[in-house]
């Protein structure tokens, strides 16, 4: 007699550990990385940002919050901020949007379409460094190749890193350059997941292209907007430093500070260059707050402003 198979066991079984320490173990070398390299100096930072320090003397003073009400109440910090809030606005908002334009076109089933999307992708390869050193050249007031066209052309020779508006111009429009290869992936990866059946119906059904881009498409395409929102906004918070500091180094000069100067570069200003250790400690500990509240945001929208299904 043919004994009948004995069932499998449950999926949900998992396997543990037989003693307390082995799991803290493997754990022990992630911990002490993060020990060492984050937590560490989080603390050390949160700590000197109660201080007001003299790096060549080595002393301290504690002042309290003395240094975020100094900051607070500065007229420049406050530029920086709006600065900062107006750049981060410009750079996800158009840049989202042209990297989704460009995603839809190069999805499109035309000849050379690999080639194009490679063309696409192909600045993200690129460090901020090369990426700040190429604009420079380009538009360089008198060496540069724009301004050698428009010269020709117009006989106009703008001064693109003298001019505040031309400044903060300039550099907005490299980091929204610079992102597009990163927003264009992911929009390209989405675009080929669609379900082909929704879009056919609704051309069949007289959807125009454009009806069946902003009708259908797109609120398919919310999950990856969103999590593109919030990443762009922490990438034009942190990394417009090595752009800012190689084409206009913060300048120039407009009102009570540099135009282009943004919160990142603000924050180095004041511990690298001007070694107020305090006021930068203070500062990095208020764009910690600002992350922790994005992220906060991120997670508490996600689920109620996001449509998730197929």
Do not use: C
Not at 77 to 101: E, I, K, M, N, P
Not at 102 to 108: E, H
Not at 127 to 136: D, F, H, Q, V
Not at 200 to 221: H, R, T, Y
């Amino acid at each position: 007699m043919i004994k009948p198979r004995q069932a499998a066991p449950d999926s949900d079984e998992r396997a543990v550990f037989k003693g307390v320490a082995l799991p803290w173990i493997f754990l022990l070398p992630t911990l002490l990385v993060l020990g060492v390299f984050i937590y560490l100096p989080a603390l050390r930072t949160l700590k000197l940002a109660a201080y007001r320090a003299n790096v060549i003397l080595g002393t301290e003073k504690f002042v309290g919050l003395a240094n975020f009400a100094d900051l607070l109440g500065s007229p420049a910090y406050r530029q920086v901020a709006l600065q900062t809030l107006v750049f981060s606005v410009l750079t996800v908002t158009l840049g989202l949007l042209l990297s989704l334009s460009l995603a839809w076109l190069a999805s499109r089933p035309i000849r050379g379409a690999k080639t194009y999307r490679l063309l696409l992708i192909y600045p993200y390869a690129l460090s901020p460094a090369i990426a700040g050193t190429l604009w420079l050249f380009l538009f360089n007031p008198e060496i540069g190749v724009v301004n050698q066209m428009l010269e020709s052309l117009f006989h106009v020779k703008p001064r693109w890193l003298d001019t505040p508006a031309l400044a903060f111009g300039l550099v907005t429009l490299a980091a929204i350059w610079k992102g597009l290869a990163y927003n264009i992936v992911f929009y390209l990866a989405s675009i080929q997941n669609l379900p082909g059946d929704v879009m056919e119906a609704a051309e069949i059904d007289g959807a125009s292209p454009a009806q069946v881009f902003w009708k259908v498409a797109f609120p398919l395409l919310t999950p990856i907007t969103f999590f593109l929102v919030f990443t762009n906004i922490i990438s034009a918070l942190f990394d417009s430093f090595a752009l800012t500091d190689i084409l206009t180094r913060g300048g120039p000069y407009y009102g009570n500070a540099g135009i282009t100067t943004f919160l990142v570069y603000q924050l180095y200003q004041d511990g690298f260059v001007n070694f107020k250790t305090g006021a930068a400690a203070a500062q990095a500990a208020l764009m910690l707050a600002l992350v922790a509240f994005i992220t906060w945001m991120q997670f508490r929208l996600g689920e109620k402003k996001v449509h998730y299904g197929a």
